[in-house]
């Protein structure tokens, strides 16, 4: 069974301030793929990142940048000198390969991060 | 332009009365699948679609049904609604080459009320 824990609930923060958001996940499969997606208040969901199990390189795009850890089933996203546009709720997401069964996404709870001036 | 579209965006219903909502790619994916947005819970999948005449079961199946008979479209079908049923719902399709899960692309969601 695949599980993604976001501990954090709600987060606020400061403009400018970096801020971490955590994602644990648990899964049984040996190739799995970890994602990133972003709702704004609009509603909409927006596809950020997708990383695969077999790659641990550290990502940066920007103010963002991920750091995927397998000794932690961790896969933690990180905002720096946050913006208020930045202001949404944050979800991690877990699928194995794509064989039946194994298609599932599974979504972790959230994060809501709320960036004030 | 690149979408998924869900009709409708907005739906107030009352228990037991059918109905069905749609969902619809223009992106030739062959993945397809259906989402439930709940306070504190999460998206939570319904079902999904590796191609056309191809479904399966998410995590929370239970009250709804779902057909693929074309790739584009593949809508939700709730026999009879119940309260709990009430939601947030997404559609999202994707590539699916191989065994690889590409990115999702998401609808813009149809907000349920079953009273």
């Known amino acids: 069974a695949q599980k993604v824990t976001q501990a954090q609930t709600e987060i606020s923060v400061v403009e400018k301030e970096d801020v971490t958001l955590d994602c644990v996940y648990e899964?049984?499969?040996?190739?799995?793929?970890l994602f990133w997606y972003k709702q704004p208040p609009s509603g909409e969901l927006v596809f950020l990142i997708r990383?695969?199990?077999?790659?641990?390189q550290n990502e940066i795009s920007g103010r963002y940048s991920w750091n995927f850890q397998k000794s932690t089933s961790s896969f933690n996203f990180t905002i720096t000198a946050s913006q208020v546009v930045d202001s949404a709720v944050y979800f991690c997401?877990?699928?194995?390969?794509?064989?039946?069964?194994?298609?599932?996404?599974?979504f972790g709870t959230g994060t809501r991060l709320q960036v004030t001036l | 332009e690149a979408q998924v579209t869900q009709n409708p965006r907005y739906l107030i219903t009352v228990t037991g009365k059918k109905l069905t909502v749609t969902c619809s790619q223009n992106?030739?994916?062959?993945?397809m699948s259906w989402y439930r947005q709940d306070p504190g819970l999460g998206l939570r999948q319904i079902y999904y679609?590796?191609?056309?005449?191809?479904?399966d079961k998410g995590d929370v199946p239970e009250g709804y049904k779902v057909s693929r008979k074309e790739k584009r479209n593949f809508p939700l079908i709730l026999e009879s609604p119940s309260p709990n049923q009430t939601s947030l719902y997404f559609c999202?399709?994707?590539?699916?080459?191989?065994?690889?899960?590409?990115?999702?692309?998401f609808g813009p969601g149809t907000r349920l009320t079953v009273t």
């Open positions: 899964t049984r499969d040996t190739t799995y793929y």
């Open positions: 679609s590796m191609n056309v005449e191809v479904t």
């Open positions: 992106m030739n994916h062959e993945y």
């Open positions: 999202a399709s994707s590539l699916a080459s191989g065994t690889i899960p590409y990115e999702q692309y």
């Open positions: 997401a877990l699928s194995g390969h794509y064989t039946g069964t194994a298609s599932k996404l599974t």
């Open positions: 990383r695969n199990s077999f790659d641990e």
